[in-house]
């Protein structure tokens, strides 16, 4: 298995470019997340999802589109790029605690997004 | 907001000292997880405690949950030097998917 992996490791971005970052999973499970980590911060949750066509919002969502087509996959968008979104973006998944197994997350190794 | 605090933020210890990292909350959690984060590289699950009072120990480690389910704490006995990392809690509330991280205790353990 390779677990959870996001594309690309750096990226660079322009003021009011989009983009999106990849994530995916062969794990088969229910529950994605997508995170920012920003200095003295913690990881703050941008959006989630509990099963492919569901979708929902985390603490930080402005400026972010998310879609789950697929439960392997779940991509997230950024609009119109901006310095404040400058950060460290790590995707995660795992099984839905209504499946009784453990819902451990497991992350991925991170996007490292820049914005000038 | 649901908010966790971590404390403290930095420690720098020698090899062979203990330690404690608090994480507390004025919020009530049905599960609290510990992760510890390399450099460039994404936060790896310790532990997770659902149980107020539970206690659960990982060799050297040992993890507390808060009898009200508000705070919790990781106490590291001897470390090393492989125990230097990035230490973060995370709560979820119940009936919720939604994890709130705390904003992390910088560890180096000096040989």
Redesign the interface.
């Known amino acids: 298995n390779a677990g959870v992996t996001q594309t690309p490791k750096f990226q660079v971005l322009k003021t009011g470019q989009s983009m999106t970052l990849q994530c995916a999973q062969d794990m088969n499970h229910e529950y994605m997340s997508w995170y920012r980590q920003d200095p003295g911060m913690g990881l703050r949750l941008i959006h989630y999802s509990v099963g492919a066509g569901i979708t929902d919002q985390g603490e930080v969502p402005n400026g972010y589109n998310v879609s789950r087509s697929t439960t392997e996959d779940f991509p997230l968008r950024l609009l119109s790029a901006a310095p404040s979104q400058t950060s460290v973006y790590f995707c995660a998944s795992s099984y839905s605690r209504a499946s009784g197994l453990s819902y451990e997350q497991y992350f991925g190794p991170g996007t490292r997004l820049t914005v000038t | 907001?649901q908010l966790?605090e971590?404390s403290p933020?930095f420690l720098s210890i020698q090899e062979g000292e203990n330690l404690t990292v608090y994480c507390n909350s004025s919020s009530v959690f049905s599960s609290l997880?510990w992760y510890r984060q390399e450099p460039?590289?994404?936060?790896?699950?310790l532990v997770?405690v659902v149980t107020g009072g539970e206690v659960k120990k990982l060799k050297r480690l040992t993890f507390q949950f808060g009898d009200a389910r508000k705070d919790s704490s990781l106490h590291i006995t001897a470390a090393q030097p492989g125990d230097t990392g990035l230490y973060?809690c995370?709560g979820a509330s119940s009936g919720t998917?939604?994890?709130?991280?705390?904003?992390?205790t910088r560890l180096k353990v000096l040989a």
């Open positions: 907001t966790l971590q933020q997880q460039g590289e994404g936060p790896v699950l997770t973060l995370a998917y939604k994890y709130i991280f705390g904003t992390g």
